[in-house]
Every structure is written in C-alpha cells, then in structure tokens.
C-alpha cells in the first residue's frame, strides 16, 4: 500500500468516530456480513459513517494491510479497529457493544 | 475455492492443541466457510486476538480461495460449560 493511502486511512480513521469499512452502503449492504454490521450499529442508535470499498479498490486493499485485518467488514470505533461482523455480532449479542460506543454516544 | 479438509488441516497445523474443530462449507462452493475452533491457544487473547491467530493460520487462503469465513473461538472450559 502507498504512503497516500495509509495517510487517507489513518486520516478517515481519526475523523470519523465510528467508521465502517464495508461493500456497498447503508441502505444497499452487497453482502451479508456488512448487511449485519450496518443492522447492529443502527439497533445501537449510533451515529456512523461508511465507507463502500467496492467503490474505492486503494482503500479496499489498503484496510486489509493497516489493520492487518483480511476480510470486510471492517468497525473502527474513535480510531481503534473493534473488529469484523462475527466480534460486532458477538460484541451485540452479550450487551457489550453499548461500552464500545458509550465515547461516541450522542446525548 | 479449497476443500473443507483442506481448511480444517491448516487450522489444525497452525494452531495449537485445536481439541474440538468443526469446518462446514455454506453454500456448497468450497469458498464460503463456517467454523467452530476449541484450543486453549486463544485463552487471555482478546476476541481480535484470537480472530487474528485464525487467519495467520489460514494465510493465504484468505486472499482469494476463501470468499466468506465465519467462525467461533472457544477455550476448552468455555466450550466444555456451552456443552455443559
């Protein structure tokens, strides 16, 4: 990966405080795992911001490399990787999503 | 595409002591995979830890052969108290 692109990762990474790598966007999901991810983190009541990888090849191979993560989707919560669909859903599942978010919580 | 065994030998070379290791193909393509790992390899590791120790064993199989994984770490208690 290019100096460029880590820069736009890093800099996507610290803007956005929950930012999600994923294919397609939040009303379109193009696959099932980032389908479950976007449904999680709209039950959560959380503001989030998208990436579509399948629009961006740089940054849908880029994020495999920063986060030294090989699959999408991909969940950054204040500029920390918290993982892909199984450690969301699982995170969902046992009531421990709402800490991870609690920084971020609006209102 | 890679056969189920093929996976679940790679899974077993790679990671330590895998007591219990269920490998099912979804969807009948051999590229579409869940799996469920027992080891005590993934104690004190946190959930991206342990997820992270599973795809250094798969490798380069993730780079293509594998289009979808889905899977579940458990050390031997937890998996034991599951069963329990």
Known sequence: ????????????????????????????????????????????????????????????????????????????????FVGGCDIVRDLYENGELDEVLAPVKNG | MVEAHLVEARLRAHIPDVTHLEVKDLTGTKDHYEAVIVSPAFEGKSRVDQQRLVFTALGELMDGPIHALTFKTYTPERWAALAG
């Not at chain 1, 880590?6 to 696959?31: A, S, W, Y």
């Not at chain 1, 983190?41 to 490399?65: A, Y």
Request: hydrophobic content about 40%; aromatic content about 8%; some cysteine.
């Open chain 1, 1 to 80: 990966m290019d100096d460029a692109t880590r820069e736009r990762i890093q800099t996507l990474v610290d803007t956005h405080p929950v930012l999600l790598f994923m294919k397609g966007n939040r009303l379109f999901p193009r696959c099932g795992f980032s389908a479950t991810v976007v449904e999680v983190l709209k039950r959560s009541g959380v503001d989030f911001e998208v990436i579509d990888v399948l629009t961006d090849p740089e940054i849908r191979q880029g994020i495999k490399e920063f986060t030294n993560w090989p699959t999408i989707p991909q969940l950054y919560v204040q500029g920390k």
